[in-house]
Every structure is written in C-alpha cells, then in structure tokens.
C-alpha cells in the first residue's frame, strides 16, 4: 500500500472516507444555517445571537469546524497533487507542494482560532 | 506501464463534455472556498459581535463591492453543495452510467443556477 506522509490520514481510503463524512456535516450546516435565516424574514441581532448561543449549535458549529479542516485539507491535497507534479515542475514540486500545505496549515489555524474566538466570545 | 506517455496539455484542444464542466468547477469551486471561509468568518464575527457591528453590516451589505464578492463567495458555496450533494448520490451507486452522469450534471447546473439567483434576488 502507497502511504503519504503528507495527506490527511495517510491513506487514500480514509482520505476519501473522511471527505465523505466532512462534506455530509458541512452541507447539513450550511443547510441549517441557511434553513434558519429562510424562516426568519427580517432577521433581528438578538434572534441571530440566540441561536449560536444555543449549546447544541455550538457542538455542531464546533463539529462542522473540525470537518472543515479536514476537508479542506484533503481537498487542497487532492489539487495540488494533481497540478503541483514533478513531471510539469521537477524537483521542486515537492518543495512547493510542501510549502503550499505548511502555508494552508498556519492559514487553517488562524480560522480555527478565530472561529472559536467569534462563537465561544458570546455571551 | 510506459515511463513516457503521451501528454496533451493544449487546452485549446480539449473539450470538455457536461460532465467535465460540473467537474472542473466543482474543483475551482472548492478552491474558492478555501479563501471564501475567510469572507464567510468575517461576515459570522460582524454579524455576532455587537448590536452595533449587526446593524453596520447591514448598512455595508448596501454597498456594491461587498455584495458582490459576498454573492460570489455564497454562489461558490452554493454550486460546491450541490455538485457535492451528487457526488455522494453518485457514490451511493445512483446514476453512474453514461446517461445518468450526463443528466445529473444537467441537473447540478440547473439547480445550482437557480440557488445563485435566489441568491442574487436576496442579497438585491
Ligand atoms: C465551505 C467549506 C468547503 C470547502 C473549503 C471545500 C473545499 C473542497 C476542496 C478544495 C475540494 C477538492 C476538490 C477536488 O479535488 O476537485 C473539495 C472536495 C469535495 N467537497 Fe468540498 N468544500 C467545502 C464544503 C463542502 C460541502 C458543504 C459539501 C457538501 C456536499 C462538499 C462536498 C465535497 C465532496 C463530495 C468533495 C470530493 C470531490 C471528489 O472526490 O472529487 N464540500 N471540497
């Protein structure tokens, strides 16, 4: 079996397994998020703001989080593999495939970091 | 398997079928959003922040320039849900042979187009 040191799980069953699971909880949130604000026309600051406070969308906020950064991760793997080649770029498609995800990586944090920061914040 | 196999790069070449096109901008799409979240975050942090930080985003979303890239980001995100909502179904088995990808890429454009009017029409 092929293993890559640099995709999400190391395995390109799990990989696409966990593509599978983040995108089901990623499209179930979006189509929460935007369920909600369909059925409340005219939208006001308090009605918003109870809803995020609501514990149990902050469990889903949180988990629609984590799958994000995972899915985010294997889908831009997904493309740079394909495009970033050794065939089309020599040796340095490593370097810049590498430099890509180190970048994603500190650019994904900040998200998680400030995600939290926005959700867990209120009061 | 050949070391050297023959490689056509000359876009201008290639057409794409239907299929190709949900696919190719499901992927672009995908790419988008990877940027988009930062919009997306912006707009979560405005809009939950203060009364105040509420009410000045309204008035920002009036602007031109911020509700289009807003609708852009929306519309990447809303062509990437249903493209990725037939991608699931095609995994589940449905609708894989030649015909049914055919008509389900059909369908992901229609649907997709009408969610990013709807889009156009609430944002307007
Ligand atoms: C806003 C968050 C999202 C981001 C940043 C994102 C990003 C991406 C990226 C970059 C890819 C790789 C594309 C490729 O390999 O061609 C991908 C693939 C995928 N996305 Fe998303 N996506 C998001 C949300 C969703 C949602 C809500 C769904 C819902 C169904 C979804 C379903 C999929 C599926 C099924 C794939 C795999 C496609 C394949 O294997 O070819 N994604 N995503």
């Known amino acids: ?4 040191a640099t995709s999400f799980s190391r395995s390109g069953v799990s990989d ?12 179930a949130y979006t ?7 369909v059925a409340h026309p005219g939208l006001d600051y308090t009605t918003w703001k109870s809803l995020f406070i609501h514990p149990l969308v902050r469990i889903f906020s949180l988990a629609a989080l984590l799958a994000l950064v995972a899915h985010a991760w294997i889908g831009l793997w997904a493309v740079i593999t394909d495009y970033l080649t050794s065939r089309l770029l020599g040796a340095k498609a490593i370097v810049l495939r590498l430099l890509v995800l180190a970048i994603f990586a500190v650019v994904t944090f900040a998200y998680m970091a400030w995600a939290v920061q926005i959700l867990w914040g209120l009061q | ?16 079928p239907v299929t190709g096109w949900v696919s190719i901008l499901h992927r672009i799409s995908g790419v988008v959003l990877l940027g988009g979240v930062l919009v997306l975050l912006w707009l979560l942090d405005a809009s939950l922040r203060s009364q105040d930080s509420f009410a000045h985003l309204q008035a920002m979303l009036s602007g031109l320039g911020v509700k ?10 809303a062509y ?10 095609m995994d589940m088995g449905v609708g894989e042979t030649l015909e049914g990808g055919r008509r389900g890429a059909k369908l992901v454009l229609v649907v997709a187009l009408g969610v990013i009017a709807a889009l156009g029409v609430w944002l307007w």
């Open chain 1, 1 to 4: 079996m092929v293993t890559a």
């Open chain 1, 16 to 27: 696409w397994l966990i593509q599978r699971f983040s995108a089901i909880i990623l499209g």
């Open chain 1, 31 to 37: 189509l929460f998020i935007v369920g909600f604000i």
């Open chain 2, 1 to 16: 398997m050949k070391k050297v196999r023959p490689v056509n790069l000359d876009m201008s070449t290639i057409h794409l």
């Open chain 2, 68 to 77: 289009l890239v807003v609708w852009a980001v929306l519309s990447a995100l």
């Open chain 2, 80 to 89: 990437h849900l249903v493209a990725g909502i037939r991608h699931l179904i």
